[in-house]
């Protein structure tokens, strides 16, 4: 079965520290993954996606296949990131569903 | 720029009564889905829509929901007899063919609360 696991629920740094939040996947096929971020009182947004190798707001990921990982990172972290953060799981276009991880708090402190 | 919208944003009702939670797609998609997130949770697929279809269907999306396109611009989830485990933030979002890579819209939810 495919699944998407954040081991942390909360990660809490200071303002221009690098921050990584952490995502593992299992699923036996290529599949597409994603970051989304969920501000205060907002709606859930895509933040960037694998394939694109795109970095978005300073955030970079990088698909690492052979550790089924797909970490989120950023090198100086700024008050405004902070937010919910969910990495999600595509099996195929065709297959749109997406499957979240529980996701992960990151608060930025002054 | 076009948005998901969903109403109501939050809906209270009884166990065993029958909700209907809209949501209006950004007008030239043609995928639909819905999602939930009970409280502490992750966010859960439930069935996506397309071409006045359901194409896929999660373990959750059993015979008390249903979902349902009446016009060319709502997309409806009905729940038949409302359990208090329903109780948790719904989701829908679109997404089409001609937006890059697929990428799929979220309204802003509605919270369901069963009593």
């Known amino acids: 079965a495919q699944r998407v696991t954040q081991p942390e629920k909360l990660l809490s740094v200071f303002k221009g520290a690098p921050v990584e939040l952490k995502c593992n996947y299992s699923?036996?096929?290529?599949?597409?993954l994603f970051w989304y971020v969920q501000y205060s009182r907002q709606r859930l947004q895509l933040l960037l996606r694998h394939i694109s190798r795109e970095s978005i707001k300073g955030f970079t990921a990088d698909l690492n296949k052979g550790e089924t990982s797909f970490h989120l990172k950023k090198p100086f972290a700024q008050e405004e990131d902070s937010a919910m953060y969910y990495c999600a799981l595509r099996r195929s276009r065709s297959q749109g569903n997406l499957i979240f991880g529980k996701g992960t708090k990151l608060s930025v402190k002054p | 720029e076009p948005e998901v919208t969903q109403t109501p944003s939050h809906q209270v009702t009884q166990m065993g009564q029958e909700v209907i939670l809209r949501c209006v797609p950004i007008s030239n998609h043609l995928y639909f889905y819905w999602y939930r997130q009970i409280l502490g949770q992750k966010v859960e697929f439930l069935v996506s829509?397309?071409?006045?279809?359901?194409?896929?269907k999660s373990e959750i999306f059993d015979d008390q929901f249903s979902v349902e396109r009446p016009d060319g611009s709502n997309f409806t989830l009905k729940i038949r007899s409302t359990k208090l485990e329903d109780s948790a933030m719904y989701f829908c979002?679109?997404?089409?063919?001609?937006?890059?890579?697929?990428?799929?819209?979220f309204g802003p939810g509605t919270r369901l609360t069963v009593t």
């Open positions: 829509f397309y071409n006045n279809e359901i194409s896929e």
């Open positions: 699923y036996s096929g290529s599949p597409e």
């Open positions: 979002a679109s997404s089409s063919d001609t937006a890059k890579h697929y990428e799929q819209y």
